[in-house]
């Protein structure tokens, strides 16, 4: 990896897909109080418009377009609008993310397909669309992508989620390794128990044609029942996220947002490690 330049990321532009609400808007007011202009990119019109017109109205660049991460024409519209109102783009955060609960045999064919391509294809399509532009620019650029701490410390009922999860991490690796050379960043974030309003929004953006969402509580609980997550560990996005920005300027591949899930990721690299030793021992 080249040494990346540490110079200030004032005047520098931020694009961050799902920036609407919870973690994406948590993002988008992170960049825009270093400094930055920033774009932010929701299906939910309304609701990108009125965090770009709340981060501009205390002097902030900001602007917003609605995208469909699902629809690739969506996403190229959506970085052109960037290119148009801000000229520029230095960091990608590909934040979207739906959840889709059920155990594996209720999970259908359609909701894998609709949470793999969003979550997914909606990163892919966001880095074809704006890597160009990144690419264009020189200094501090950085793509980061929102995993899960579900790929550290796999649950029930979530079987599409968290495959979904392991691609973007696997894209995010892929990248860091393809663009460390060109001086371009890549980091992983994987958040735990955030108070977001993610359940109801992916209720909401799910296409009607795949036929209807369905948010069984027993599910959530399933889920909650076997993850090490108590009430006290559910923060808000800006806590989670609090030394972020820290993390992008020096490069960090990976970013944590809670501790709770360590003992579990834990026992994941002690059985790698046990792996290996049965190869090499036997
Ligand atoms: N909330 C948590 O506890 C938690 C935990 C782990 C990971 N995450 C991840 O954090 C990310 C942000 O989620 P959040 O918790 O802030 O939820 P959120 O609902 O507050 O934000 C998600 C945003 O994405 C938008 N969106 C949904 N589908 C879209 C599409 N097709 N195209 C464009 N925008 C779309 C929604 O309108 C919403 O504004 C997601 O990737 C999620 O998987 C969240």
Not at 215 to 223: E, I, N
Not at 243 to 267: F, W
């Amino acid at each position: 990896m080249s040494e990346l330049p540490t110079e200030t990321l004032e005047g520098r532009v931020a694009v961050v897909t799902g920036g609407g609400a919870g973690l994406g808007e948590a993002l988008a007011r992170m960049f825009a109080g270093a400094g930055m202009a920033v774009a932010v990119l929701d299906i939910d019109e309304e609701a990108a418009a009125a965090v770009a017109k709340s981060i501009a109205s205390v002097g902030a660049s900001a602007t917003s377009v609605p995208v469909d991460v699902g629809n690739s024409e969506s996403v190229a519209a959506a970085a052109e609008h960037v290119r148009a109102t801000l000229g520029a783009c230095h960091v990608l955060c590909s934040n979207v993310g739906v959840q889709q609960f059920g155990t594996f045999e209720r999970l259908t064919e359609q909701d894998w397909s609709w949470v793999l391509d969003v979550n997914v294809m909606g990163a892919v399509r966001s880095v074809r669309a704006f890597l160009p532009m990144i690419r264009a620019e020189s200094g501090f650029r950085h793509l980061l992508f929102t995993a899960s701490s579900s790929v550290l410390a796999p649950s029930v009922r979530m079987a599409c989620y968290q495959t979904s999860k392991f691609a973007v991490l696997g894209l995010a690796e892929s990248l860091r390794e393809e663009l460390g050379s060109e001086g371009i960043g890549v980091t992983t974030l994987f958040p735990a128990a955030m108070l977001t309003g993610h359940l109801d929004s992916s209720v909401r953006a799910r296409p009607v044609s795949l036929g209807e969402s369905r948010l069984d509580q027993a599910d959530v609980d399933a889920m909650l029942a076997h993850q090490p997550i108590g009430p006290d560990d559910v923060t808000s996005p800006e806590h989670a996220i609090r030394n972020l920005l820290a993390d992008l300027k020096n490069d960090e591949p990976y970013v944590m947002t809670h501790g709770s899930h360590r003992s579990i990721y834990e026992q994941r690299r002690v059985a790698m490690d046990a792996a290996f030793d049965r190869m090499e021992n036997s």
